[in-house]
């Protein structure tokens, strides 16, 4: 088979703007696009710059924009598609270091805002916790998120609004929220109960249709928002009384 | 210059866990190649083990019983008070991990889930279904984010720097800004991670050139038994991707072309769960005997676990088959077949994981202290990272809080950066020459072909001969872009010379070890010979050459007798 993958390139140092640039790929086998990419780096052009580790779809490194769609490049097997024209472009919304490469730093930043750490109450025990397998299962959706930045790149509000602390984050908060062993008080992690936090959202659910795990993280801004608001009634009766 | 106390290279899970672990008054920093949730361990699935006893067959476990198993898997190679080590603290580990934060899956009751895994008596691997890499990855750099760890990430390390036996830092090549530049440290820790992108089929990540190994070499570190490279029976036919040995651990069966569970015939009792390196023989034996599918690979059959089992236990094997195979494991039986997966051996680190050159250590897969002699357990590994991590974090807060500061070390670091500098000038200037992922291709095949699972002299001399003549091709080679930033070219020719380095030790710890143990099988010497080889191997570069010595095991309680599965 031959394909044309037409990348796009941007060296900030060097060029004005970014720039498609085509090249010729031939293969007789079944490749994936991390693999083609890899292949027109090593004969093709060594500058060609992209991230990739694991090629199993675990580390996150590898996301991009293919086709117009956001995945892993290691999980998109060339064989899907049906033209022959590969467009291959880097996440939006986040600064290109160089080609396919992105600043990622603004996703980390937004993911530290929320301490993504376990607040326990109490030191270790000798024994463990004592926690249902269906306490747990109710995180085990969340955990799946590789940390790849495809919901924040997608994410409507968090592309105009940058205090938006976007999906990832706000799903990761939910999981601490939701694991039983985390004690953070309700003024903790009512923080996000602002434009910046769990109301930002436009309920458009991009991060749910890009997400290449599943983790469907709208899904834990929804069940944030309702907890906040259970919260803030059990309060206002509590107060009254 | 950059200047810190502690510099852990490497962020997987051996290199977290010494940042956590190291003294919070000194100054500490990890370098790494990757940002740090890119780092291999990600991949691990299966598990991590304990002797929690919380199944009810596991009742009569006990952490001597978990050390037991480690040093008969690892056929008598393994230092035996290292193995205690590992495994006493291996039950205060996995609560640690749990207090941290790590999602275990739970059985009824609420306790921590095990599963059985190979070779071990009795069920002991903790698990998050089959992510456990995953979430204990992502938990261990949560804590960094909390306790405010220094990153340098999309840095490679390039040389170790020594004078006069003692570590003064390292220069590395900073991929973001295209530099080469110095930093100081009183004290280096490498969790660098394994090599197994030296065979062509690897379950491990793109990244693992094992360049850590090669430079800790360079810098005067002697290997220890570097022969022993796991095999690891359950890749995916065709991408190599692992699939977990918690999925034989839940109960999947081995079929060969014939329907048989094959497995009967080499280990009647263990069966599936055997160890590894018995496990992978026994497969690729049977593809050899016209056993395979498509000559080439054999069934791992889940089916008969139901959906439930496997949506709820081996979700992470489903999506890879899936994405990766086009295949769903409830309907359609696995196609698998042996890769590389692991080095037992590595940097020569005693259980302090302190090494020869003062103020050096290595935890991890990278470090060899050892615990898995010849032949690692499944689970064995995230433990390994986790309790030696974590010491080798203690160890050298212990070693800078008491250690003199070298006067000159600022002017020899210096010279050695520039010394890189020069190498990258020349590999830059020259208009034609060796292309280096070209030579990667040829050293791959190379290992592929002669230095596998069955391994015998002629191969190995073979072997030897054509690494040292890809050596005289490596001097020729250039790069053909200007760019120095995010250039994996320039990445690729510094760690192509480690695993230049790193092939030719195994290569000759192979050769020279006449008798098969563990992972390590002579078709022409089938027989464990401890009369002769219940002995390490050590190679130290000296004068551009490997020097090989050997140094004895620590035998304590285990007196080593026939390994029967």
Redesign the interface.
């Known amino acids: 088979m031959e394909y044309i993958f037409r990348i796009m390139r941007y060296d900030p140092l060097k060029d004005m703007y970014p720039f498609f640039q085509d090249f010729i790929y031939q293969t007789q086998e079944k490749k994936s696009v991390l693999e083609a990419l890899m292949d027109i780096r090593n004969e093709q052009d060594c500058t060609l710059s992209f991230r990739y580790s694991c090629r199993e779809a675990i580390c996150g490194s590898c996301a991009m924009v293919i086709n117009g769609k956001f995945d892993l490049a290691c999980r998109t097997e060339l064989e899907m598609f049906e033209s022959s024209l590969i467009v291959i472009e880097p996440l939006p919304n986040l600064e290109i270091q160089k080609d396919l490469l992105v600043d990622m730093e603004p996703f980390f930043e937004a993911m530290s805002k929320i301490e993504p750490y376990i607040q326990t109450e109490g030191g270790l025990s000798e024994e463990g916790y004592r926690i249902e397998e269906k306490e747990m299962e109710k995180i085990f959706q969340y955990i799946n998120c590789i940390m790849c930045g495809c919901c924040y790149s997608a994410c409507p509000v968090a592309s105009r609004d940058e205090r938006y602390l976007g999906p990832a984050a706000l799903a990761k908060l939910y999981r601490f929220v939701k694991d039983p062993r985390d004690k953070r008080p309700f003024s903790n992690w009512s923080r996000v109960n602002t434009e910046g936090g769990v109301w930002g959202c436009d309920t458009i659910f991009k991060c749910n249709e890009v997400c290449p795990k599943n983790v469907r993280p709208a899904d834990g801004i929804e069940a944030l928002r309702r907890k906040l608001v259970v919260e803030k009634v059990k309060r206002i009766f509590r107060f009254k009384r | 210059m950059i200047s810190q106390d502690i510099l852990v290279v490497g962020g997987g899970l051996a290199g977290l866990a010494a940042a956590l672990s190291s003294d919070p008054q000194l100054k500490v920093a990890v370098i790494s190649k990757?940002?740090p949730?890119?780092?291999?361990s990600?991949?691990a699935q299966g598990g991590i083990n304990a002797a929690?006893g919380n199944t009810p067959d596991g009742r009569d476990d006990s952490w001597e019983s978990h050390a037991f198993d480690t040093i008969k898997g690892s056929d008598y190679l393994a230092d035996q008070d290292v193995a205690e080590l590992m495994c006493e603290k291996a039950i205060?580990a996995?609560?640690?991990l749990?207090?941290?934060?790590v999602?275990?899956?739970?059985?009824?009751?609420?306790?921590?889930?095990q599963r059985p895994f190979g070779g071990a008596g009795f069920p002991r691997t903790c698990y998050?279904?089959d992510?456990t890499g995953?979430?204990i990855l992502?938990?261990l750099f949560?804590?960094s984010?909390?306790k405010q760890v220094r990153f340098y990430n999309e840095w490679l390390v390039t040389r170790l720097v020594v004078r006069d036996g003692k570590c003064l830092g390292v220069v590395v090549y900073d991929l973001?800004k295209g530099e080469i530049m110095p930093v100081k440290a009183r004290s280096v820790i490498f969790a660098t991670g394994g090599y197994g992108r030296v065979y062509q089929r690897t379950t491990n990540?793109?990244?693992n050139h094992g360049s850590g190994i090669g430079i800790a070499y360079r810098g005067g570190v002697p290997l220890k038994d570097m022969e022993f490279v796991q095999f690891h029976p359950t890749s995916l036919y065709?991408?190599n991707?692992?699939i977990t040995e918690g999925a034989r651990g839940e109960g999947g069966y081995l079929v060969n072309n014939k329907g048989e569970r094959f497995m009967a015939d080499y280990a009647p009792s263990a069966m599936e769960l055997a160890p590894r390196d018995i496990v992978a023989r026994a497969i690729q034996t049977e593809i050899d005997k016209g056993n395979g599918f498509e000559g080439q690979c054999l069934h791992l059959d889940l089916r008969h676990l139901g959906e439930a089992k496997i949506k709820k236990r081996l979700p992470?094997i489903r999506?890879?088959c899936i994405?990766?195979a086009g295949l769903d494991p409830v309907e359609t039986p696995i196609p698998i077949q042996p890769a590389q997966h692991y080095s037992m051996g590595g940097i020569d680190v005693d259980k302090k994981c302190a090494s020869c050159v003062e103020g050096f250590y290595a935890a991890g897969e990278c470090a060899c202290m050892s615990i898995h002699g010849a032949n690692r357990l499944g689970g064995n590994s995230l433990l390994d990272t986790v309790v030696f991590g974590r010491i080798a974090g203690e160890e050298a807060s212990n070693y800078v809080k008491e250690c003199e500061e070298t006067g000159d070390s600022e002017k020899i670091l210096l010279d050695e950066a520039l010394k890189v500098k020069r190498r990258v000038e020349e590999w830059m200037n020259k208009d034609s020459g060796e292309?280096v992922?070209k030579l990667l291709i040829r050293l791959k095949a190379i290992m592929s072909d002669k230095v596998g699972i069955f391994r015998e002299k002629r191969d190995l001399t073979e072997a030897l001969e054509r690494i040292r003549a890809l050596r005289e091709d490596y001097k020729r080679v250039n790069?053909?872009?200007?760019?120095l930033?995010?250039?994996?070219?320039i990445v690729n020719i510094f760690e192509f010379e480690s695993m230049l380095d790193l092939t030719e030790v195994i290569t000759l710890g192979a050769l020279n070890r006449e008798e098969t143990r563990g992972s390590h099988f002579r078709l022409d010497f089938r027989k464990r010979n401890d009369r002769d080889w219940l002995k390490h191997t050590l190679v130290t570069w000296k004068e551009g050459e490997p020097q090989v010595s050997y140094k004895g095991v620590t035998i304590n309680k285990y007196k080593p007798v026939e390994r029967k599965y």
């Open positions: 990757v940002h949730l890119r780092s291999h990600v991949a929690l205060t996995i609560y640690e749990e207090h941290l934060g999602p275990f899956s739970r059985f009824p009751g609420g306790v921590i889930a998050a279904a992510r995953l979430v992502h938990t949560e804590q984010i909390k973001t990540a793109y990244i065709g991408k991707i692992l992470g999506e890879i994405d990766f292309k992922h790069i053909s872009g200007s760019c930033r995010y250039s994996q070219e």
